[in-house]
């Protein structure tokens, strides 16, 4: 089955303590991107890349880094996670860069910084 | 920059009501638009998409027309269900093609 697999679907952590969110994609899409949604606020981009190795930032990029050693994952890594940082985050995929492309999302990882 | 305006909710309907969720966005250039549904506990979901001007977009009954002279995009549906109970998101490309640009969604609740 086509998809796009986050883990963990919850998490909750402390202050500074180092994290990471895996994202995998077995479509072999080119683009890859990273989301955070908060209440009242929508959904906004913090990373996104559109092929091996290259990535670059979206709105909300402060506190967050991300790799692309392989096309089908993508990982988002938190280094010194903080209260603000608390939100749902969704991983999305689509075949590669461009106006018209659907984007496939992640079911979500819903993270909780004390 | 480029923005979406969707309006408020929640939306509260009966079964077989009528809907119309209104968006409205600013963006340079010709951006493609989209709506996207969230059912509860899942990710987000392509509900149906234009990419130009008065282009129509429709699927589970569900549609949407790519208004350039008022900037719009409303989602329409004719007798909505219990099952389209969930969160309408519309969205807007940006001109690089390398993001969505998200309204702050809208709730509907459909009860029976």
């Known amino acids: 089955e086509a998809q796009v697999t986050q883990n963990p679907r919850y998490l909750i952590t402390v202050t500074g303590k180092k994290l990471t969110v895996t994202c995998s994609q077995n479509?072999?899409?080119?683009?890859m991107s990273w989301y955070r949604q908060d209440p009242g606020l929508g959904l906004r981009q913090i990373y996104y890349?559109?092929?091996?190795?290259?990535?670059d930032k979206g709105d909300v990029p402060e506190g967050y880094k991300v790799s692309r050693k392989e096309k089908r994952n993508f990982p988002l890594i938190l280094e010194s996670p903080s209260p603000n940082q608390t939100s749902l985050y969704f991983c999305?995929?689509?075949?590669?860069?461009?106006?018209?492309?659907?984007?496939?999302f992640g079911s979500g990882t819903q993270l909780s910084v004390l | 920059g480029d923005s979406v305006t969707q309006m408020e909710g929640p939306v509260t309907l009966s079964e077989e009501a009528c809907l119309t969720i209104?968006?409205?966005?600013?963006?340079?250039?010709?951006?493609?638009l989209f709506w996207y549904v969230q059912y509860p506990g899942e990710g987000l979901q392509l509900l149906l998409k234009?990419?130009?001007?008065?282009d129509k977009g429709s699927n589970k009954g569900f549609e949407a027309t790519y208004r350039k002279e008022t900037t719009s995009f409303h989602l329409e549906k004719g007798s909505v269900q219990v099952s389209d109970s969930a969160v309408y998101f519309c969205?807007?490309?940006?001109?690089?093609?390398?993001?969505?640009?998200f309204g702050k969604g809208t709730t509907l609740s459909v009860s029976s």
């Open positions: 479509m072999n899409h080119e683009y």
């Open positions: 999305a995929s689509s075949p590669s860069r461009g106006k018209g492309e659907k984007l496939f």
């Open positions: 969205a807007l490309s940006n001109q690089a093609g390398t993001a969505l640009i």
């Open positions: 209104n968006c409205t966005y600013t963006a340079t250039g010709y951006p493609s």
């Open positions: 890349s559109m092929n091996v190795e290259v990535t």
């Open positions: 234009a990419t130009k001007a008065d």
